[in-house]
């Protein structure tokens, strides 16, 4: 099986083995190799694997995925090549190494880092509150919240300094009514209605936004975290 090795600088953060056909890489919590940087795209790229080769596409990323230094839509993977996506380095490896150790996670099998952990954690944690909460999607307080936690449903749910507005967030400049977040499809949507720059996801300005498991929502000060229902 082939094994990729997930380096930032010369410190290898984790090693993953797979059975699965596609690997997933990019910013939020869905994929299955998480890289938090800003100059990650939030579904970065891809592999594809097959018995006898491994093809990595870049997902229409703002800042590239290159391979051995060189910017690719599309590359079949070779042993030791080079994957370079923001500040990270993805060393592949045709076959993983006879010393690694493996425990089974989800069809995917990498060892347990304590990035791994910690984020494995904070996933039961989100899976246990959404059920106490009936199921549904949720925005977790992170930081300079006024809630632990507003649940999202059928109605609009509003945000801002106005009394009158569903969650009262905190800082400078914020307009009385600065954003909401609106049911669509199966999703929903955030979109700001107030001053510019202060709304954002995942540290960038936003003007309407559909939400992703695991974004983070910033309004003036007050910082959540979007967690999709079951």
Known sequence: MPEIVVKYEERILERIVTEKNRITIGRTSDNDIVLDNRGVSRRHAEIELTSDSAVLFDKE???GTFVNDRR???EVLRNNDIITIGK???????QAGHETKLSDLDGTMMLQTKKQRERMQRDQADRDLIKSAGGGPLLVGEQNAPVAECKLGPGVVSFGKAPWVNVRVKG??????????????NGFV??????RKKTLV?????EQHELKNGDLVQIGKSVFRFVAGL
């Not at 990270?88 to 045709?94: D, R, S, V």
């Not at 995942?202 to 936003?206: C, K, L, S, T």
């Open 190 to 195: 955030l979109t700001n209605v107030g001053r």
């Open 88 to 94: 990270y380095n993805l060393i592949f490896h045709c």
């Open 202 to 206: 995942n540290g960038e300005p936003a």
């Open 72 to 74: 690719v839509e599309e």
């Open 61 to 63: 990323s703002l800042n």
């Open 172 to 185: 400078w400049m914020v307009s009385e009514l600065q954003a909401k977040i609106t049911p669509a499809g």
